[in-house]
């Protein structure tokens, strides 16, 4: 078993890579468990209840108590089993006891995100304070970037040569701006004005007189009017900005933002 740092204590390189692995194998042995009791239960549970979403749920409240010995297996099982009929039920937990199950590979991938989470709440609580003067309390701050954190624990790789903080950089204060442009005057970037179309003249009906009834519009514009811009010579009608120049502005939005996002809170 991977030897655990101490609470709240930095990771070198060689730690960060030794949990980063017992977490991807905890999670492969609760993937294959959870395949597993999922087909199982798909055999006995009616078609209305989702076999994969009590699969995960089982497994959720299950994995807190390991390890356990078969007896004690089949006795936390019991209670955290779906709804079945006593045969049904004997036949699920005779399949889950058969089923070489990984306790240990499961124990230690969620001690190691324990662990892992532990020693970089000192991140965490960084990044928060620099978000302080918004006007959010520093807790809240500090629970929705600890949401970052753990998400960013799941998705790290220490093979692309990265150290976890500086891929927890992004993540982190990523939750805790979503509710802070609406509290403060947004960053100036460059954006298009929505053109509507003309409302349509409303149709006669048989009680309308026919002075109130609008004349047809032309077909075509005259022959001596110049064209507004060179988008309209062509087609008579503005022309809409094309996929490209979406693109172009939004990159050009998000650029803006995070530009005001990594300011100096000072200035």
Not at 92 to 111: C, F, R
Not at 189 to 200: C, D, E, G, I, N
Not at 211 to 219: L, Q
Request: glycine letters at 2%; hydrophobic letters at 45%.
């Amino acid at each position: 078993m991977t030897a655990l740092p101490a609470p709240h204590t930095l990771l070198t390189a060689d730690q960060e890579r030794a949990l980063a692995a017992a977490i991807r194998a905890g999670r492969r042995a609760r993937l294959l468990a959870q395949r597993h009791l999922a087909a199982r239960l798909r055999r006995e549970l009616p078609p209305a209840i989702s076999a994969r979403t009590a699969a995960a749920a089982v497994l959720a409240a299950l994995v807190p108590l390991l390890p356990l010995d078969p007896d004690a297996l089949v006795a936390a099982l019991v209670p955290l089993l779906p709804p079945l009929d006593p045969d049904a039920r004997q036949r699920v937990l005779a399949a889950l006891v058969a089923w070489p199950l990984d306790q240990h590979a499961l124990t230690a991938g969620a001690a190691a995100r324990a662990a892992f989470a532990a020693a970089n709440h000192r991140l965490v609580v960084a990044f928060a304070r620099r978000y302080d003067h918004r006007g959010l309390p520093l807790d809240d701050l500090v629970q929705e970037g600890t949401l970052g954190l753990l998400r960013a624990i799941d998705l790290f790789d220490p093979d692309r040569g990265a150290r976890f903080s500086t891929y927890a950089a992004w993540w982190s204060p990523r939750p805790s701006a979503a509710p802070w442009p609406s509290r403060s005057p947004s960053p100036t970037s460059p954006s298009t004005s929505r053109r509507t179309a003309p409302a349509s003249p409303a149709r006669p009906t048989p009680s309308t007189p026919p002075s109130a009834i609008p004349p047809p519009p032309t077909s075509s514009p005259p022959v001596n009017a110049p064209s507004s811009s060179p988008a309209t010579a062509s087609t008579g009608s503005p022309r809409a900005p094309c996929r490209r120049e979406a693109r172009a502005l939004a990159r050009l939005r998000t650029a803006a933002l995070r530009r005001w996002l990594a300011a100096d809170p000072a200035s």
